[in-house]
DNA sequence: GCTGTTCACGTGAACGTTAATGAGAGAGGA
DNA sequence: TCCTCTCTCATTAACGTTCACGTGAACAGC
């Protein structure tokens, strides 16, 4: 086999007859090398293809320069933005990423912090499962700090960056609940985790601030594919499903929110097929901002998630902490911002 | 601080007055441990809490159980597709995913492949850039198998595995257009990729087979954002921008081709504004199937992308090849389907 | 000329694991 | 009784780095 043998310390340290030391030293950019043998090292080093290995450094310096990144879906629009931001974030600051799927199972969610250990990265940003057992904390036990992003599970003293989601949806609901605006439906993801807890207690903020009795208002449950490992996200079907059930000419919200901007595509033509519109009969919050949301008819007023910002936080924050272990845990929810169009009126 | 000490195979060891290679042998099965000393072994080791450190084993054995993937950009929800994949792939493997995100920047994709030089990764799943030097080529020449995935530069003896593009658009286009279609437009993305190259090939094959002259035919290219570093994919607003300005009641297509559903968004929209309807005057062909092209109105005829099936795919061909250096150069193009709804009539 | 300081570099050990080789014990056969 | 064979485990040496030292040379000051 043509199996080029790899480039060592040794090999450069050798043909300039040196130590290994040496090398390391003055390829590290330390100052106890003269800078003639340095120019000597590193020309030679570049001639001859040298790259370090990481595994070898790692051994022995116990730094990986690696951080764990746990998601449950990339295909999550949201979730691809935080990984796109998180990963730029972590190269920027000479981090690789290592990315692990848990496709919300606690199977893989233990098999993926299990790597992690293996691995020893540096850090971990992850978002933890429906049913997140006491899993992550051994993490904290070999000393890695970890961020939780997105979904907080409280109580473990685990740092968190994610989005307000309470306090958007609080907003959101009484702005675009304009005179007249009496039934007022939740369109919800099936899903035991923080972010729907969010929303739903949001939700009925609204209602206490609008004075609308809880019996006006329903929470509905749009059951979820995601843990199927299927790569498409929430599913436009299973919300029309859902809706075309249960929304009639008589029978029929005056504004309906929707968990996500596809299950609000669902409910529009769920609301089409009923012979009403939006937003005259049916006004319709979406969460999300998808990119598409200001492009169906009507245009979606919806939640736009600062997914970027979050990504870029949270990874300011373990930096942070790899850098200052005992520092106090901190809990970041990022405000996120109404965007009105038409379909509220 | 209470950085617990790590657990090594030499504290398993100790206690049990063994050898760190007995302990060692034991816990990777070889067949030199008798089963009561197996038993044994990996009973105090999961009771100590024993994580194999992965850097020491790889440092020995030179593999790493580690597979690296290049991606440009993770918001594009094909590439997200295609991430799930090769992520839950590779799971199954027993393999882990390095995530390094180029951007469609040169620069990055050198310090990606660097990255994966020094880490000595088993294998290299990845979608080249624009204008991809010969940064691969290192990789070859260390003897780590590369599959490029998407995007094809031939010529470089690497595997490939994508979507037969060209096919697709060439069939679509034939049969979206119906009698009286004359003229044709395929509204296209400004970068110098394979893919592009292959939906245009596509085009023109689809011109001939109709009787079309190249002068009804146009192919415009959308100015893009996609290298700005933003996590946004293709914007609907570059389409919307440059159809609205081309786009009027008297100079139209009667069959506007899309290089993805997001353009297609923005297409809708400019046509729209001009008091034109789809199909009725304009046809509108997508790209992608994005989850939203069923639900917009009129929903999308577009060409569905077996991302999941690339994904899986690629990782079966790294890991053979991985087991198999020698075997001949794979070159694999997935067909990709047409979606037929209304917008096409 | 002797000691002390500074600079440039080498030496040896360590990180945690695996592979190659060796060694002791017990069993079985002559 | 002795030899060989097999089974189980120990010993030793790597893998490529980095870190804590040690060392020698050059130079200054007394």
């Known amino acids: 086999m043509a199996r080029s043998q790899r480039v060592t310390l040794r090999d450069v340290a050798d043909r300039l007859g040196l130590s290994a030391n040496t090398v390391s030293r003055a390829l590290a950019g330390k100052d106890q090398v003269s800078e003639a043998t340095r120019a000597l090292v590193s020309a030679e080093a570049k001639r001859l293809g040298y790259v370090p290995n990481s595994h070898a450094r790692s051994l022995v310096s116990g730094r990986t320069m690696v951080v764990g990144l746990v998601i449950t879906n990339p295909s999550n629009p949201f979730y691809a933005a935080l990984i796109s931001a998180v990963e730029r974030e972590c190269r920027a600051a000479g981090y690789s990423v290592l990315l692990l799927v848990t496709e919300d199972s606690a199977e893989n969610e233990e098999r993926a912090v299990q790597q992690l250990l293996r691995f020893g990265v540096d850090g971990v940003l992850g978002v933890a499962t429906e049913l997140s057992s006491d899993v992550w904390d051994g993490l904290s036990e070999a000393g890695i700090p970890v961020v939780q992003l997105s979904r ?162 949270a990874v300011d924050l373990l930096l942070r902490r790899i850098a200052e272990p005992d520092r106090p845990r901190t809990s970041t929810r990022l405000p996120a911002e109404l965007i009105e169009r038409r379909s509220t009126g």
Do not use: M
């Open 152 to 313: 907080d599970i409280p109580g473990r003293g685990l740092d968190f960056v994610g989005i307000d989601a309470e306090s958007a949806i609080a907003d959101a609901v009484v702005r675009s609940a304009g005179p007249g605006v009496r039934r007022i439906w939740l369109l919800e993801e099936d899903l035991r985790i923080s972010t729907v807890a969010a929303r739903i207690a949001g939700f009925r903020r609204a209602l206490d601030r609008l004075g609308i009795a809880r019996e006006q208002a329903l929470v509905l449950k749009v059951p979820t594919h995601r843990t199927s490992g299927a790569t498409q996200p929430w599913r436009p079907d299973d919300a029309y499903a859902l809706a075309a059930n249960l929304i009639t000419r008589d029978n029929h919200p005056d504004l309906l929110i929707t968990a996500n901007d596809y299950f609000a595509l669902g409910a529009y033509r769920a609301i089409r097929e009923c012979g009403l519109t939006v937003p005259d009969d049916v006004r319709v919050l979406g969460y999300g901002d998808h990119p598409f949301a200001a492009y169906i008819q009507p245009p979606l007023t919806t939640i736009r998630l600062p997914a970027d910002e979050a990504g870029t936080a």
